[in-house]
């Protein structure tokens, strides 16, 4: 259970270490398998977070309080879609997203 209380994006919060917790729980295969929109399969490398914003222009939006953290972004190389650590557990996630929406 997520809490997001400010509008604020908290990310290194604590409620960032409980996605990290749940992390634990899914094999490194779950993790990266496939792309979750069309079963493809993601890039070979990692992109950084100026690649991941360029490769997204357009039709993703790469949450600001990403920018902080040192994270890595995975493409699927059918649809363009972008993942970076965590994407998997979309309903935590989209918390965030929606959090760095409202601050906007
Ligand atoms: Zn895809």
């Known amino acids: 259970m997520i809490i ?11 409620s960032w270490q409980v996605i990290e917790t749940f992390q634990l729980k899914i094999s490194e295969e779950q993790l990266m398998s496939r792309c979750t929109k069309c079963n493809g399969r993601f890039i ?3 992109l950084s977070i100026e ?3 360029a490769a997204s ?7 600001d309080c990403l920018f902080n953290q040192d994270m890595e972004f995975w493409q699927c190389v059918d649809c ?4 970076w650590e965590g994407t998997q557990y ?15």
Not at 57 to 63: A, M, S, T, Y
Not at 80 to 83: A, D, E, I, P, S
Request: net charge positive; with cysteine.
């Open 4 to 14: 997001m209380g400010g509008k604020k994006c908290k990310v290194g919060s604590a």
């Open 44 to 46: 070979q490398k990692p």
């Open 51 to 53: 690649e991941a914003v």
């Open 57 to 63: 222009r357009g039709f993703q939006v790469i949450p």
């Open 80 to 83: 363009r879609q972008l993942y």
């Open 90 to 104: 979309q309903n935590a996630v989209q918390r965030f997203v929606n959090v760095c929406k409202l601050s906007d």
